[in-house]
């Protein structure tokens, strides 16, 4: 990696009907939201379109745009409606063909025979992109520009987030405090709270309500990357907090 920068951001494209529906449960975003944050790379933005050509070259072309990098999700296998390939070809108008290196990967896996017209999808990859290995199916994800395109299933993900993230140019990571607010109402210091986080703009300060075994509970949370300006809004809000329990 190359030196930390100050201000890395990032999105993610979901790509599929079946995150729409409710027939699949999304378990990537966390993933790749909390292994960004380690690296210092703010994920910003989060977006889910269908299986829809139009909409998929629409969201790759604004997201990829706006941020440092763009990270997709799904569509990338051997059957019809796996179109996310062709859409990443067509926004940024290239041609995609079968990629000699992806065949080569996937006849790691499959015997020649059986490397048929649905298997080799899979092998078709835009024009000037860079191969992801994916250790665990062997079928490629690949990289253009600032796009990352990798599987839908979390295992083969993570594991081509394994492989990326070591090109990735770092930001300056960032530094969480929690606070625990106990029982108290969030209606209680949210007065307190507001003022505290207008005094101390250099953080980001939110508040967390949950419901635990034991009732009411709330955390607050204090984010930053400098230190000093984290432990200044932590001491403020303990003093706070200390003056409205009873």
Known sequence: MTEPRTSVTAAVLVIGDEILSGRTKDKNIGSI???????????????VVPD?????????????????????????????????????????????DVDERARAML???????????????????????????????????????????????PQIMNAMLDAILPQLSPGIPVISETIDAGGLPEGTFATGLSAIAARQGGVSIGSYPSMT????????VVRGRDAEAVAAARAEIEEMLAKLRP
């Not at 939201?33 to 977006?47: H, K, Q, S, W, Y």
């Not at 019809?80 to 067509?90: E, L």
């Not at 075994?213 to 607050?220: D, K, T, V």
């Open 52 to 96: 829809e050509a139009e909409e998929i070259v629409a969201a790759v072309n604004a997201l990829r745009a706006r941020y440092t990098y763009l990270f997709t999700t799904g569509g990338i296998g051997p059957t019809h409606d796996d179109i996310t390939a062709d859409s990443i070809a067509a926004a940024f108008g290239v041609g995609i």
């Open 107 to 153: 006849l790691e896996r499959h015997k020649p025979e059986d490397l048929n017209e649905a298997r080799l999808r899979m092998a078709r990859i835009p024009h000037g992109a860079e191969l992801i290995p994916n250790p665990v199916s062997k079928a490629p994800g690949f990289s253009i520009g600032n796009v990352f395109v990798m599987a839908g299933v």
């Open 213 to 220: 075994q034991s009732g009411f509970a709330n955390r607050i």
């Open 33 to 47: 939201a909390e292994r960004l944050t380690e690296i210092g790379i703010d994920l910003r933005e989060v977006r």
